[in-house]
């Protein structure tokens, strides 16, 4: 029987260097050291190596670019994000496009659209907040792009995808506010649909069910930003059987009952506590600063990125995804 073909992802495991180090290496890329370029042109050479012809005429007819969709700029998750496929990429040899989708799914099918047309050779890509339909993604699938979700990842297609461990994150986050005496501690969430929001709450509901806390419904709302939070919590803070702690989907939305706290001169962490979730800027601007669950953003954006290759100069027939680790960062908005 003939022996399988060698691919590139064969030579990276083999010599222990990363797919995209190979792929520039067998390229004669200046940016790769002599020294690497000789080993992995030698290896190629020695056990027959072949370039793969269809994903070769796949990068020939489009560009060498890729497509990243961003819900939000300013979200300092969002920003580590771009940072670290940026930071990958260029040392890759490829170049990227970057699309905010400004959480709409109308502006999210223009962009997948546009990208199409540009013939990008992958999508890196974060759903808006009201995408619940997947038509445009599905498109770029069928036209042999592939797509790698990361945090608001899309169940509905077959596809990978990067997270970060919002589970685990949320569970640590409210157990330690229970650990610190908190009893009433309410979560504030983001749209039901996102699977964000589903992890974050069952991390939320597990950390109460495991201290044998009664599950309050009413103590779920959906507020994920500032000015919605602002809104709302100073009625809570004023009730008669109030929340004593308060578990963020984001740092915006943490800063935003912190700042409601002191229009109804609630004392933090004194009398209510406050977490967060994204460890970004914000979390180190309010006073006091940010309890909050550090998602490492950078990182994501750089596995997204590693992944991505991996489809398309690696073995792309496997599937890869993966979860990065959150940790909580104690600060001064919890006791």
Do not use: W
């Amino acid at each position: 029987m003939n022996k399988p073909q060698i691919t590139i992802k064969d030579i990276a495991r083999a010599l222990n260097v990363s797919p995209s180090t190979v792929s520039r290496a067998l390229k004669n890329n200046p940016d790769i050291s002599q020294e690497t370029r000789t080993l992995v042109q030698n290896y190629a050479r020695e056990h027959n190596y072949k370039p793969n012809e269809l994903a070769v005429n796949l990068r020939v007819s489009r560009s060498n670019t890729i497509g990243v969709i961003v819900p939000q700029l300013v979200h300092h998750f969002f920003s580590c994000v771009l940072s670290g496929i940026e930071k990958t990429a260029a040392e890759a040899g490829y170049n990227i496009i970057v699309a905010q989708s400004n959480e709409s799914y109308e502006q999210e099918v223009k962009i997948a659209q546009s990208f199409l047309a540009a013939r990008v050779c992958g999508v890196i890509a974060s759903l808006a907040k009201n995408t619940s339909r997947y038509d445009h993604y599905q498109e770029l699938l069928n036209n042999g792009i592939p797509i790698v979700f990361y945090d608001r990842i899309c169940t509905g297609l077959k596809t990978e995808r990067v997270v970060v461990d919002d589970y685990a994150g949320s569970f640590a986050a409210v157990e330690y506010m229970i650990q610190t005496g908190c009893k009433r501690i309410f979560f504030y969430g983001a749209a039901p649909h996102l699977e964000i929001t589903k992890n974050r709450r069952n991390g939320y509901l597990d950390a109460l069910k495991k201290y044998k806390i009664p599950v309050d419904e009413s103590m779920m709302l959906l507020c994920d930003t500032r000015e919605r939070a602002i809104a709302i919590t100073p009625d809570l803070l004023e009730s008669e059987n109030r929340p004593d702690g308060f578990f963020a989907i984001n740092d915006e939305t943490a800063a935003g009952i912190l700042y409601a706290c002191k229009l109804v001169g609630v004392k933090v962490p004194d009398e209510v506590s406050i977490c967060g979730f994204t460890d970004g800027a914000i979390a180190q601007s309010t006073d006091p600063k940010l309890t909050t669950v550090e998602q490492h953003g950078e990182e994501v954006g750089k596995s997204a990125f590693s992944i991505l290759i991996e489809k398309l100069e690696g073995d792309g027939e496997k599937s890869c995804n993966k979860i990065v680790k959150t940790n909580l960062v104690v600060r001064g908005t919890t006791k």
